[in-house]
């Protein structure tokens, strides 16, 4: 009975030391940037959006680093929560595209850099027969080093991760594309448009 007992006790003592491992492990994990899920519409990003916003007409789209300036349904959820490891990016977007995910560190005067470069992204966007009351929600596994405070931004020349509906500096336009380790810069342009970007830190 004494064995038995022992038994027992060094079980519940193993289970409860993977508990400890297992649980914390999961509930560090913390969302940031825009609010996405099935009910969030790309609304006038049916076609994806040129970089720079305001001489798409004239000229070719170009390169440009796209900062979240404003989060989504989420204001004051613009930066990371905390440092660690960027593991999922999650979007929803109109059309298929693609951009390159970076990391930039924003200031509260709109200055920017871009901290480090993450994987390219490619997207699918909305399905042409998709039901008009729930949109695709897609997700990337990425393995991305962030620290608190830092934002999503992306690289392309144009983008239909977009949610337009509004004005003011929601997404903050980098022309030529920040690079990392530049020093810091100040937009050339801004766009109504949220970028609509979420990400999982843990």
Known sequence: MTKLK???????????????VAGPASAEAAKFGSKVNKTVQPSNAGEAHPCPVGDYLSEPAKPCTWVMGEAYGNPGGEGSPKKGKLRKLKLVAGE??????????????????????????????????????????????????????E???IKTKKTSTLRCSSGGPNTLLFHPPLVPGSPLASPTDDDGCWLLLQGIVR
């Open 6 to 20: 022992t038994i027992t006790a060094t079980a519940v003592l193993a289970l409860t030391g993977l508990a400890l």
């Open 151 to 153: 934002r999503l931004a």
């Open 96 to 149: 298929k595209g693609s951009f390159r995910l970076q990391i930039a560190r924003v200031k509260p005067n709109g200055k920017a850099k871009v901290v480090r470069n993450g994987p390219r992204i490619r997207y699918q966007g909305q399905p042409a027969d998709g039901d008009p009351e729930t949109y695709r929600v897609e997700r990337f596994k990425v393995k991305v080093p962030i620290k608190a405070g």
